[in-house]
Each structure stands twice: as structure tokens, then as C-alpha cells.
């Protein structure tokens, strides 16, 4: 039976990202290859115009010609391989999930041995949690060896997803064997070995990326971020760059950022908040932040989820397991990541998205925003023991060996009633900074799709004290199932530190907690360089750099009664 997909082109808005279009056109470059070296079943000139139109159409941007042209080579031929996975590939394009899902899954029942559909259902299992699901499709996705560099790099990037960053550089060495040379794998390549400490290597291969193509974006960013700048020369270099020619605002953030983290580095202050506030405002357009919508979801959080709805229903999974770190992003959950990891009997397991995800999938909630009021509003009911096992299945495959895992999602802090009902004998470890370092450092960081507020001074302080308040009502109401720990305290008192936590975790002491930085795991976050370094006290206070500068931030903070702040 010929499936019937119903792609809507007016669902989502196509945002033109050069990103994005590079990506699309690197997979109609897979797909035209597999045509030449695997001839279409078919000897209708009609079906090989129609593909190579609706392909064209996609690399445009045209989805809808594009899905005009899929659907009418699907009726001509039901069965047509290729047919499936351009409706697929439209169907990433649009984020339409359940039609991509349903287009990959035609594929691999029609060519059980298609690597790159398989690879595509396991990148889609991935982002909806199902972990289990996702590694079966990649054990059929790498059972056949495939050779085609973007379904070798397409591979890595999921084991990396799942924090395999061992696997996954294996799958990006085949991608560079297989096309030497080619900037996108090798920034792939180069971003592994930074997550495992290796930054020689990966300056060398940034550095080819730039020889290759000076004009280079990501690679720049990442050059910045992997080394201390001794001089202006790389400044200099992305400023020419910038200058010398028009970029989309979301390329552009890439180069604002690194000239400003250079800058710092060269502890000239005042031109790098310049540049961070360039790179922020090039970025704050490339994003849609509701902060009327957020504001509805933490009033909901507040009015909802009280002692009462804690104590209500059936009691939740009884596993000892999970231990969550959470907070806020800069404020040092990888550090502690890093601490409790070097324990013999934890695991780190990375920043998962389980937990979200289980309450997702059991709510049935379709919202595609991450977090939201009618997300949490859908949640409310849930049978706890049902989140609490979800969570634990689907996260199996990443829990390691030990008795214990680490899951340091920061904002799993939207969650700590859920975690504290699902799952009553978890640790829960939130970690607390100075408000003013912990902004600052949010607001000069680029992230990739999280933290929207961050781009804008006051909206970022207007977040900053919306969490706070929250977390306050947590401690007031569910008093003792959390520690608080301070970043401050931990960096300038580390030993000490690391006994209270050990102790709350309930965890013989070792002294390799305190060697942290000597651990080789790979650190996928975008502290993966300075967490390779013993503890060190220069991040405090490092915001009073740019006091002047901070005005408006510091003023939403002061009017809001965060303490410190005068």
C-alpha cells in the first residue's frame, strides 16, 4: 500500500540560513551520486525529469515545487526509492517529523540496506529520545560499510549526539578519507578532537579549513575558542573578513564573537563587549524569543506545582541511578560535571534530553517549542512511575557501566518537581553563580538553539531573575531535595567543596575528584577547553571588566532585589 503524505508548505517558515541551504544542497549531491552509480528502476524519462526538478526545486528553497514534483513521480511509480527520500529530505526542510519519519521508514522497507535513510531515522529517533530505537537503525545504517562521505559524517554527528565522541571520530575520519579536503567534515573532525582535549589537532585542521577558505565562519569561531589569542593578527584577519563582504546575520554572530573572545583574552575590555554586542545583536535576529510565553510558563510552574501535586498520585521509580546537575548555562555545571565523573562508580553521561522527552511522549504534547505552559499544564497528571521509567529506558544506552550516570542538562531545573516525583531517589545538584558573572557570561556566549534569551542584555536579565524567583519556590517547597553549590565557593575552595558534594551524593571519597581536569572523557560543551585546565578563580567578578558597559542589565537585576547586586 502506497503511503499518503500530507506536506503541508505553509507549516513552518523556511528561515534562508546559508547553513542550512549548504546542508540541503550537500544531500541532493549524495542522492544525485547514488543515481549515477545505482540506475533508477525505471526507464520513464518522466520520473528522472521529475526528481531531478523536484531536487533542483529543494536546493532552492521551493519546497512546495519541490512536493509537487515528489508526489507526482510517487503516483507514477509507488515504489520509487528515490521518491521517498526526496519527500524525506522536504520534509526536514519544513520540520515536518511525523512525514519524515514515515518517508525514511518507506525507504528502508523498500532498500533495507539504504545507509543514508537509515542514518536519517536514527538522527529523528535521536531527537525524539528514543535512544534504543535510534541505535537499531544505526546498526543497520553502518552494517554495509557505506562509503558516502555524507552518510559517513551524518553518523558521526549522531554518535556525537549521543556522546559516543570515540565512534564518532571514527565516522568523521571515513567522511575526510572518503572526501579530503572538504571544509564541513573537517570542521566535524576538528570539533571532535577539541571535545577530547586534542587541540593541537584541531587547530591544524581549522587552520587547513582557512587556507582552503579563508572565508570560513565556524571555523574562525572555533580557532578562537580553542586557543588564547597572543596577538591581533586572527582579529584582524575576520575583521577584513567581515568587512569585505555582506554575511546572513547568523554568519556574521560567528565572527562577532571570536573577535570578541580574542579580544578578552588581550584583556581589552571595551572593544570586546563591542564586538559581543555586535555579535549578539546579529544573532538576536536570526531568533524568535516570546518572552510574554515564558513569562505564562513560569507563572504556571509556580501556581501548579505545589507540595500538594507532590504528594499526589502513585509514587515514582525507585532507582538510585540518575544524578542531575541543572542551573543556569556558564555557571559551572560542567565543572561539576567533571568533579562527580571522576568518581569510579559515576558515569557522565552528558546533557540529555530524556527527561523533557519522557514527559513529552506521555503527554502527547505536539507543541514543537522545547518548554512552554501548555506543556507543562499537559504534564500534570501524568502516572510519575511511567515518566520515571521512561526516562531510565531511554536513556540505558548512555548510562555506561557504573551504578551511577550524570544527566547535566541545565535547564532540567524547569523540572525538579517532575524528577522529584518520577524519580524520589535521584540527586538533584543546581549549581549558583553571581548573577551578574553568570549573565555576562551567558550573553558572550554563541549557542547553537537554546537560551534565545541570551542575545539581549535586559532580556537576559529579566530570564535571570524569573529563574531565580523560581528557584527559590522550589527550595521553599520541596525543602532538602536539592543542593545548592556555589561556583565561587567551588573554585576558590575546591576540596571542601568537593567533600560536600561527595557526601550529599553519598559517595566514598577519591582523591580523583579533585584531578578532574586530568580526565580524558570527552567534554562536548562549550567549556570543553577550559574544564582541561585545574580550577581557577579568573572567571569571578570578571563581569566589574564591564561595569559601564552592563548598565541596563545590571539595573533590571537591581530592580528585582537580586542580592549583590547595588
Not at 414 to 430: D, E, T
Not at 494 to 515: K, S
Amino acid at each position: 500500500m502506497r503511503p499518503v503524505y500530507q506536506l503541508s508548505c505553509a507549516r513552518q517558515r523556511i528561515t534562508e540560513i546559508p547553513a542550512r541551504k549548504a546542508a540541503i544542497r550537500r544531500l541532493i549531491a549524495a542522492i544525485m551520486r547514488r543515481m549515477s552509480s545505482h540506475p533508477i528502476k525505471t526507464t520513464s524519462q518522466r520520473l528522472q525529469g521529475l526528481l531531478k526538478q523536484g531536487l533542483a526545486a529543494l536546493a532552492q528553497g521551493r519546497a512546495e515545487a519541490a512536493s509537487a514534483c515528489a508526489r507526482e513521480a510517487l503516483q507514477l511509480q509507488p515504489d520509487l526509492v528515490e521518491g521517498h527520500f526526496l519527500v524525506g529530505l522536504i520534509a526536514l526542510e519544513l520540520r515536518d517529523r511525523k512525514t519524515a519519519f514515515s518517508a525514511f521508514g518507506s525507504v528502508t522497507r523498500l532498500e533495507p540496506a539504504h545507509a543514508a535513510a537509515w542514518a536519517q531515522l536514527a538522527k529523528l529517533f535521536i531527537g525524539d529520545g528514543q535512544l534504543n530505537r535510534a541505535d537499531a537503525a544505526l546498526e543497520h545504517a553502518t552494517s554495509s560499510d557505506p562509503r558516502d562521505p555524507l552518510v559517513c559524517d551524518l553518523i558521526g554527528t549522531i554518535y556525537s549526539r549521543i556522546g559516543e565522541h570515540g565512534t564518532a571520530r571514527v565516522w568523521y575520519q571515513k567522511a575526510n578519507q572518503h572526501r579530503p579536503g572538504h571544509g564541513p567534515f573537517m570542521l566535524n573532525l576538528a570539533n571532535n578532537a577539541i571535545y577530547h582535549g586534542e587541540i593541537a589537532a584541531a587547530e591544524a585542521l581549522l587552520e587547513q579549513i582557512i587556507a582552503a577558505e579563508e572565508d570560513s565562519p565556524q571555523a574562525h569561531w572555533a580557532l578562537s575558542g580553542a586557543r588564547r589569542a597572543a596577538d591581533h593578527s586572527h582579529i584582524e584577519q575576520m575583521q577584513g573578513l567581515l568587512a569585505g563582504q555582506r554575511h546572513h546575520p547568523r554568519l556574521e554572530a560567528f565572527y562577532h564573537y571570536a573577535i570578541g573572545k580574542e579580544l578578552e583574552d588581550l584583556e581589552e575590555w571595551g572593544p570586546a563587549f563591542e564586538a559581543f554586542s555586535r555579535g549578539a545583536r546579529a544573532r538576536r535576529q536570526t531568533v524568535e524569543y516570546d518572552e510574554a510565553a515564558e513569562i505564562a510558563m513560569f507563572e504556571c510552574l509556580e501556581a501548579r506545582y505545589t507540595p500538594d501535586w507532590l504528594a499526589s498520585g502513585p509514587a515514582g521509580h525507585d532507582s538510585t541511578a540518575p544524578i542531575f546537575v541543572l542551573g543556569q548555562p556558564r555557571t559551572g555545571t560542567t565543572l561539576i560535571d567533571r568533579i562527580i565523573g571522576s568518581h569510579s562508580e559515576v558515569h557522565s553521561a552528558g546533557e540529555l534530553q530524556q527527561f523533557g522527552l519522557a514527559i513529552r511522549r506521555l503527554s502527547a504534547h505536539k507543541d514543537p517549542r522545547r518548554f512552554s505552559r501548555e506543556l507543562f499544564e499537559s504534564a500534570l497528571d501524568l502516572d510519575s512511575r511511567r515518566v520515571g521509567g521512561l526516562y531510565l529506558e531511554s536513556t540505558r544506552r548512555v548510562q555506561g557501566g557504573e551504578p551511577r550516570f550524570l544527566d547535566k542538562l541545565p535547564q532540567n531545573y524547569l523540572y525538579i518537581p517532575h524528577i522529584l516525583k518520577a524519580l524520589p531517589r535521584a540527586k538533584i545538584v543546581h549549581l549558583t553563580r553571581d548573577a551578574r558573572d553568570a549573565c555576562f557570561a551567558s550573553y558572550k556566549q554563541l549557542f547553537a538553539d537554546a537560551y534565545l534569551h541570551s542575545y539581549d542584555l535586559e532580556e537576559m536579565a529579566r530570564h535571570h531573575c524569573r529563574y531565580r524567583h523560581l528557584m527559590e519556590i522550589w527550595r521553599e517547597r520541596f525543602p532538602g531535595r536539592f543542593l545548592d553549590i556555589s561556583y565561587e565557593a567551588t573554585v576558590t575552595a575546591l576540596e571542601p567543596n568537593v567533600r560536600r558534594l561527595l557526601d550529599y551524593l553519598e559517595l566514598p571519597w577519591e582523591d580523583a575528584c579533585l584531578n578532574f581536569h586530568a580526565q580524558e572523557q570527552a567534554v562536548s560543551t562549550a567549556s570543553a577547553v577550559q574544564v582541561r585546565e585545574p580550577v581557577h578563580t579568573r572567571s569571578v567578578g570578571r563581569w566589574r571588566h564591564y561595569e559601564k558597559e552592563l548598565v541596563p542589565m545590571l539595573a533590571v537585576l537591581r530592580k528585582h532585589g537580586i542580592n549583590g547586586v547595588n
